[in-house]
């Protein structure tokens, strides 16, 4: 009767309902019976004994940059491994839809921190497609592991349209026909199926490459009216702009805010980078929420992604996108292809003076909190700094923790590692954000920033934090709104099929053992990304926590092992929004 059977497992439906032990068979890619009895398991090819398990729907992660990835190795095993069996690509406006292999290369190379000649090789090599819709198709003839959908980026059709050089000028106003064919390739892809379209602000996301580099991403220039005649067809259609934001001015933050009131319209649903408890303005938290509620109240349908753990960084050296947020540290960044000339800059001493003057400029809003005293050397060539701090380094040295940090970085480079937490440090902060309704669960950026930060298993860690407050008897919200809120919240805010395990639904699940939501979610690890020629990236590896995962009915992994099935034939679709 069945392809597969799970028994004797807590069966979580993904609504938020009380979860209860069934079993559940799977036929044909769907949840063909939910019973509380035993399943006649005759001629079953896979049997899971989950007794003392959870069995939830699959996580679904709404903010990734798996745009190039996805193209080289669509298994996405590092996602897949801790539960998440749907992805949504095109984030923070950028996305390979339209732009070709170099303008890909110089979006997405530096801003997410992705091998720029990789970017550009996988682009050269693989696109077949000229319109969302062939995109899609194409996306389909991989062999996808995790269910894929996506948003348009902003950034990718202004640079299709206007050419990226034009696209990135602040005198340059697109042209009627310009802006004609944003709206037409807006409206395409949302035919094909778009949850949306993805828009950036902000101004510390610069442009790799040597023809516009520096410059700030193309959807930063567009005009007001520009943004409004494609925030229109998303209100039409009743499809999500991903806004991000400029955070250092609150009119972007306003404004993007507030496009979610329909007035006489229908309200638009605006997803917002992001809600963070920023340890450089504590104070900010308390907006976040506040806002929601407000605009929520009188009509709009907003959310503020928010990612429901530390917002823990690494980084080699001065190699890091919180260093674009100031302008020293964008000097030094611009440099990153001209190794001496950067060296130099580092021990000039005009430079360090206006380097020190921007760490110790304690006014305006800021996403790094510029402390060196909480920023620790976890490795270097000199094996006396490890362990330490840049702040007690330069103690130690008589010296600015500015000058303690450059002179290690001019004399060890990328070769300086060291770790800080930005955000998302004081629980009692996390946990209200986890149960606020204007809040998204997401934000992982996973696919991106590959040496500074590993979130693939953001979910399994939000539900060790209400699994052990429960167990402590200090519950901040129960272990089934936990997974409603990763799961079906998700998809149907989005109009996905998927986020739910009832009968008729996708068997996109996932076997967790609550008993391993244990300290191994928060371990050191790295493994190689043999598409981009060897890379150490930073991952998780929890693999006792995760006991199977399912994605269209397929067993794809389980306890540290991917099933055959996993890279070499299609489980995942590209999912559509009606």
């Known amino acids: 009767m069945f392809d597969s059977i799970i028994k004797n497992g807590r069966w979580f439906d993904g609504t938020g309902a009380a979860s209860a032990v069934r079993h559940l068979g799977v036929r044909d890619g769907r949840v063909a019976e939910i019973s ?83 970017v550009i090789d996988a682009i050269g090599d693989l696109k077949t497609w000229n319109s969302a819709g062939e995109y899609a198709a194409a996306l389909e003839r991989l062999p996808l592991g995790p269910n894929v959908a996506a948003f348009l980026g902003h950034s990718d059709i202004r640079t299709a349209a206007m050419g990226l050089d034009r696209a990135t000028r602040k005198e340059v106003k697109p042209t009627a026909g310009e802006l004609e064919a944003m709206q037409r390739n807006l409206i395409e892809a949302l035919d094909a199926g778009f949850v949306g379209m993805s828009s950036q602000q902000l101004l510390f996301d610069k442009i790799d490459g040597e023809l516009c580099r520096s410059r700030t991403l193309p959807s930063t220039y567009a005009t007001t009216r520009e943004r409004h005649r494609l925030n229109a067809i998303l209100r ?78 690494y980084a080699d050296g001065i190699d890091f996108v919180i260093f674009e947020e100031f302008g020293s540290g964008a000097a030094a960044l611009h440099l990153s292809n001209q190794v001496e000339e950067r060296r130099q800059l580092l021990q000039d001493e005009a430079y360090r003076r206006r380097f020190r003057k921007d760490y110790e400029r304690k006014f305006g809003t800021r996403v790094w909190h510029r402390d060196f005293f909480d920023a620790e050397i976890v490795d270097c060539p000199d094996e006396s ?12 040295r008589g010296a600015h923790p500015v000058d303690a940090f450059l002179d290690l970085v001019v004399e060890h480079g990328a070769k300086v590692r060291w770790r800080t937490t930005i955000s998302n440090h004081r629980e009692e902060v996390l946990n209200r954000f986890a149960a606020d309704p204007g809040m998204q669960l997401g934000f992982s950026d996973a696919g991106a920033h590959l040496r500074n930060m590993a979130f693939y298993n953001f979910g399994l860690r939000l539900l060790r934090r209400v699994y052990r407050a429960e167990q402590a008897g200090r519950p901040f919200m129960t272990v089934e709104h936990a997974v409603h809120r990763l799961t079906g919240e998700l998809a149907d805010w989005y109009g996905l099929d998927a986020g739910h395990l009832r009968a008729g639904d996708p068997a996109d699940l996932v076997v967790i053992d609550p008993a391993k939501l244990d300290d191994s979610l928060d371990a050191y690890a790295e493994s190689a990304v043999p598409c981009y020629g060897g890379l150490s990236r930073m991952v998780n590896r929890n693999d006792d926590t995760v006991n199977a995962v399912f994605v269209g009915g397929t067993h794809v992994f389980g306890n540290g092992e991917a099933s055959a099935e996993l890279g070499s034939r299609r489980t995942g679709q590209f999912l559509r929004t009606d």
């Not at 700094?385 to 130690?396: M, N, P, S, Y």
């Open 36 to 118: 509380a009895a035993p399943l006649d398991e005759s001629g079953c090819g896979t049997v899971v004994d989950a007794a003392g398990k959870w069995v939830i729907p699959g996580i679904l992660d709404i903010h990734t940059h798996y745009d190039v990835e996805v193209l080289l190795e669509p298994a996405l095993t590092e996602s897949v491994r801790h539960g998440v069996t749907t992805i949504l690509l095109g984030s923070c406006s950028l996305s390979t839809v339209h732009v070709d292999a170099e303008g890909a290369g110089d979006l997405f190379g530096r801003v997410e921190a992705i091998p720029r000649q990789f």
């Open 236 to 313: 039409q259609r009743d499809r999500a702009l991903q806004g991000g934001p400029d955070v250092t001015h609150p009119q972007s933050v306003v404004s993007m805010a507030m496009s979610t009131l329909g007035l006489w319209r229908n309200p638009l649903k605006v997803s917002l980078l992001s809600a963070a408890d920023l340890k450089a303005d504590p104070r900010i938290a308390k907006v976040f929420p506040i806002t929601a509620r407000l605009l929520n109240r009188f009509g709009g349908n907003l959310r503020w992604q928010q990612l429901p753990v530390p917002f823990e960084v």
């Open 385 to 396: 700094v490890i362990g330490r701090t840049f702040g007690q380094v330069g103690a130690d």
